[in-house]
């Protein structure tokens, strides 16, 4: 079966930085747009950024600048690098996978940015 599997959460200062990785296995990744969300308490859940299969990407205005993600399609994995975070990008990070109806979620990892 599918599996999203996200990895790299944790607790990081504020203008710290962290790497989320999403290993995805049960599909034929390097034709599925992944994305990465995240849904912060009392929130709905937000687009982060996504890259397609032609390694385009998109950001929301919040993140521009400031994360890139990249992805590695002979890992079937792929990546969300934070640089100078802020205490407003704590949220649960959702990795996803979507090709036309298939639609494919991870469990989630905790970003908490904190001093």
């Known amino acids: 079966q599918v599996q999203l599997v996200e990895s790299g959460g944790g607790l990081v200062q504020p203008g710290g930085s962290l790497r989320l990785s999403c290993a995805v296995s049960?599909?034929?990744?390097?034709?599925?747009?992944m994305g990465w969300y995240r849904q912060a308490p009392g929130k709905q859940r937000e687009l982060v950024a996504r890259?397609?299969?032609?390694?385009?990407?998109n950001y929301a205005d919040s993140v521009k600048g400031r994360f890139t993600i990249s992805r590695d399609n002979a890992k079937n994995t792929v990546y969300l690098q934070m640089n100078s975070l802020k205490p407003e990008d704590t949220a649960v990070y959702f990795c996803?996978?979507?090709?036309?109806?298939?639609?494919?979620w991870g469990q989630g990892t905790q970003v908490t940015v904190s001093s």
């Open positions: 996803n996978a979507a090709l036309g109806v298939g639609n494919y």
């Open positions: 890259i397609g299969s032609g390694s385009n990407t």
């Open positions: 049960g599909l034929t990744f390097r034709i599925y747009t």
